[in-house]
Structure formats: structure tokens, C-alpha cells
């Protein structure tokens, strides 16, 4: 791995080759910049157990803003739910990596050379300026299902957000936030199409009996959730 990389320590953005002066994510000045290889020195991605088959992954200590990503046992073999900021070469191999949008590429780039691991991002969100110098192996339209990994179009925050839903759990990333009654929707998008993705949320889920919601930042009950976020949605309709 001789690939030039660097890290925003302020947001977590790789920047794939030259260092460039500022961060093309949040705008943080290049002294705020590691090597992804000092950056794998300083940066343990750490799993936490969410369930038998899901866990958690952050960055200890926390980098940038930090998003968590989340790893599943399918039958398929292990695959990722977007991606961590930091490149630990001693993790678990995995298969695959779907993203919710493309706000948390991460060092995705990194581990597809070497794992051949698979990423998947929504056609609609592969030409975001910061998305761009990811490679991306498959670009999907709509929805799908493949391993028991059920995926959702909804759109919103970003053209093609993605939500998954798989065996009881419901991973949404940062399409609301956060739980509890201050819950609120993903200020970064048009207003009316992100209220409507959350309407489609809401259906989707309608039929279901799910036990676990797993985002950005936080894993929480579903009943407790689902209420919380349908009382959003009104009152964003009628404030
Ligand atoms: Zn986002």
C-alpha cells in the first residue's frame, strides 16, 4: 500500500492522492491532516456487539466527527454497512460494502485493495464532487436484496440514500437524528423530498417486526424508535 492517502482528523474524510490544501468535505485546513498510515497507528476500529449477528464499529479514539459502520454475519460471509475513516489492516476480512449514501466513503477505497472487497453505492449518489475518487463496483438503481440484506431507495438527504433492513434489524445512518422525543430529520437535503422519504421509511417498515435501529452514531430499540419518528414526521407536516 505505497498510495498516497490522507485523513481530515476534523470530519474524517480520506483524500485519496496528493494531500490537498483544504478538506473537500468540511473545509479544515491541511494541519489537520494525518497519513492514513499515522492515522492506522492512532485509530483502532473497535466492534461492539449489537447482537449474534451485527456489531458495531467506531473508531477509538473518535476521529473527525465519527460515524459508526456496522459489520453483519449474512450467510454470505461477513459484509459492512458504510465504511470507517481509519485503515486497520488486522481486521476481519469482509465481502462487501453497502453504503447508505456517500458522506462516510471512509477508507473504503483502502480496504476493497485489499480485501477485493465488493462496495455497492446508489447510482444517483456516485457523483457527489467528495464521492467521485471512490471506486465503486456496483452503482444500484431502486431496490434490492441479495444475502438477506434487503435495500431500500429513499432518497432525501442524499438523491440516492439507502436504508437496510436485515433479519430484525433496521440500519438508517443519519437520516434522523437523534433518538428520542428532539429527534429530527437530516437538515443536509431538500426539505419536502426528505419528509418524503420518511413517509416511504414509515411503509417499509409498517409490516415488520423488528427489534434494533442501528445509526449513525447510535443503536436503539425500534418500538421506542418508530414512535418517536412517526411524531416527528407530524410534526413536520403540521408544525
Ligand atoms: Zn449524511
Redesign the pocket.
Known sequence: MANKQSVCTTCGYNMIGEMPDVCPLCGAKHDHFLTWDEVEKTYRVTPYRVNDYVAQLVSVPRLGFEHAAYCLDTDEGAVWIDCPSAFNRDLEPINAIYFT?P??MGASNQYRELWGAKVHLHALDTDVPYARPFPVDRQFYGDFSEGGLEAFHIGG??PGFTIYIYKQVLFI??YAEPPGAKMRL?P?GPRDETLRGAERILEVIAERSLETVCG?NFVTDFESWREDFKHLIDRVKSP
Request: hydrophobic content about 30%.
Open positions: 449514501h458522506d462516510f438527504h442524499s445512518c443519519d437530516n443536509f449513525v
